[in-house]
């Protein structure tokens, strides 16, 4: 596959690049919501596609993305690069049925010196990871850490 190959918003030339060439293309940066999926696939823009579950809107736009994957047979994978939280979300997201490819998950010890959940997410022998059996997000937001590095906050009464 060949990944963006062109700008991030385009959808309209991945389409006109993707009846040029036989390597199938895969978007990533224009796949923002399941609307740009949806979009993308009407106008044949894609093959594949690689969600950043939080450049989508997190695991509920995920999850969209994934169900309209499955009902129209499109091989996803993973990726981003954020801190432990968000890991968490990608690990999860990984383990759905249309994630056909290897996913792009890299350890937050790679970016941070500190990390911010607890167990952190890292890497087996066999370069894959656990998925965390608890509840929720399967880890422990550590809180003191991150209101150590806090500017401002805001309390907001419902």
Not at 30 to 57: F, Q
Not at 65 to 76: C, D, G, S, V
Not at 91 to 96: E, G, H, Q, Y
Not at 102 to 126: A, G, K, M, Q, W
Request: glycine share 6%; aromatic share 8%.
């Amino acid at each position: 596959m060949i990944e963006q190959p062109l700008h991030y918003d385009d959808l309209y030339e991945h389409f006109i690049l993707r009846r040029e060439i036989e390597t199938p293309v895969c978007l990533d940066e224009s796949i923002k919501n399941i609307h740009d999926t949806k979009a993308g696939y009407g106008l044949g823009s894609y093959k594949i596609l690689n969600i950043k579950p939080a450049r989508v809107g997190g695991l509920v736009e995920t999850l969209k993305i994934h169900e309209f994957a499955e009902k129209h047979n499109i091989p996803l994978w993973i990726g981003g690069l954020e801190t432990g939280i968000e890991r968490a979300f990608q690990i999860a997201a990984a383990t759905l049925p249309m994630i056909k490819y290897p996913s792009d998950i890299s350890e937050s010890t790679r970016f941070y010196i500190e990390e911010i959940v607890e167990p952190p997410s890292t890497l087996n022998r066999d370069r894959t990871y656990n998925v965390p059996g608890k509840a929720g997000i399967g880890v422990d937001v550590l809180y003191e850490k991150i209101m150590k590095h806090a500017v401002k906050t805001i309390n907001i009464m419902l």
